[in-house]
């Protein structure tokens, strides 16, 4: 019987530690998100992120280049939601999977240590994510803009709930948007 008592303990006590390293991996951006500041990203500033989503381009046109942006986002599977060219604004989203093993695994190792330990653990874990785009055209000076564009993701867990809300930092989905935009604004300015 002490020894059953034992194995509890350490079941319990590796329970303990994986919830507590679990609840350290919540997402850090949360009080950031709750009071509607920009959310702290490691290794990355304010400045930073805003010089991935700008580009500027030669030219003072912005329906060519909302025109060449939307057309950018339709090839890149994205549902264009609202659009203004006559004041540089636009908007879209899509939808994708967002479940990763990885998270699945720790969720079923979880609920296989609730199993032991008698007691009772739901699953939760990342399924589906709505991408969501926003770019807006500004002047800059007598012959250029400046499109700044902004992606992040809602992410819905498997009970059907928002489970969190990312700004999108990664730079090269930034750097691809506009390579592919920058063809776009020849291509329209060229009507090729």
Sequence with gaps: MKKHHHMQSIFRGGALALA????????H??????IGGPPVVEGQTIASIRSLQSRS????????????????LQDLG???????PEFGVL??????DAVESGQVAAQVALVVI???????????YDESQQINVTLVV?????????????????ITNNHGDLWRAEVITDAEIY??????????????????
């Excluded at 951006?29 to 709750?34: D, F, K, T």
């Excluded at 994205?78 to 203004?84: G, Q, V, W």
């Design 20 to 27: 507590v390293t679990l609840t350290a991996c919540v997402n």
């Design 29 to 34: 951006n949360e009080h950031a998100l709750e």
């Design 57 to 72: 381009f030669d030219t003072l046109e912005t329906t060519r280049i909302i025109k060449a942006a939307t057309a950018t």
């Design 78 to 84: 994205f549902t264009i939601k609202a659009a203004s």
């Design 91 to 96: 908007s879209g989203s899509k939808e994708r």
């Design 114 to 124: 609730a199993a032991l330990l008698q007691s009772q653990h739901q699953m939760i």
């Design 138 to 154: 500004n002047k800059n000076g007598p012959a250029s803009s400046v499109v700044r564009v902004f992606f992040d993701r809602h």
């Design 175 to 192: 750097q691809q948007f506009f390579d592919k935009l920058s063809q776009g604004v020849f291509l329209e300015a060229n009507r090729i």
